[in-house]
C-alpha cells in the first residue's frame, strides 16, 4: 500500500511540474542557463527546422561553448578547447548567454537579429558589479573552433 502512495504522490508531482508547463511559465529571473537552452532549442529546432539528428549536435556544440565559457571565467575544471584563455572575474550570466548566443548566430545568420536582441536583454540582468566580463571573447574561441 505504501508504495502504491508512493507513486500516486510521485505522479501527482511529476505531472504537475510538466515540461509543458514550466515551459509556459518561462525562466526564473537570473535563471540564464534555461532562458538560453530554450532559446536555442527553438533557434535550432522550431526556426531553422532542424531534424532531432541534426539539432542534437548542434545542441551539443552550444553546450560544449556554454561549459568553455563558464570553465574559462571559474578557472575549476579542464576546458574541452584547450586554446582558450582563462578570463577569471567574469559573470556566469554573461559566459552562458554569449555562448549559446554565438552558437547559433554562426549556424544560422538569419536569426542574428533576434538572437542580439535576447543577448542584450540577458546582458543587461547582468550585476553592475559583474559588468567588466559582459562580452566573453573566449566563447568566440570555442564556437569558431566546432
Known amino acids: 500500500m505504501r508504495i502504491l502512495v508512493s ?20 525562466p526564473a529571473p537570473g535563471d540564464t542557463f534555461d532562458e538560453w537552452n530554450r532559446q536555442a532549442t ?3 529546432v522550431a526556426v ?3 531534424p532531432p539528428p541534426v539539432a542534437i549536435i548542434h545542441m551539443a556544440i552550444v553546450h560544449l561553448a556554454i561549459y568553455d565559457a563558464v570553465v574559462a571565467i571559474t578557472g575549476r575544471y579542464a576546458r ?3 586554446g582558450i584563455p582563462q578570463a577569471e572575474g567574469g559573470s556566469f550570466e ?29 546582458l543587461e540582468r547582468v550585476p553592475a558589479g559583474r559588468s567588466t566580463l559582459k562580452r566573453v571573447m573566449p566563447v568566440r574561441l570555442s564556437t569558431a573552433n566546432r
Request: proline share 5%; no cysteine.
Open 48 to 50: 531553422a527546422g532542424n
Open 42 to 44: 527553438r533557434s535550432i
Open 7 to 26: 507513486a500516486v504522490v510521485i505522479g501527482l508531482v511529476v505531472a504537475a511540474a510538466s515540461p509543458v508547463r514550466l515551459a509556459a511559465q518561462g
Open 80 to 82: 574541452y578547447n584547450s
Open 94 to 122: 554573461a559566459a552562458v548567454a554569449t555562448a549559446a548566443h554565438d552558437v547559433p548566430v554562426g549556424v544560422f545568420p538569419a536569426q542574428r537579429a533576434e538572437l542580439d536582441t535576447r543577448l542584450a536583454q540577458s
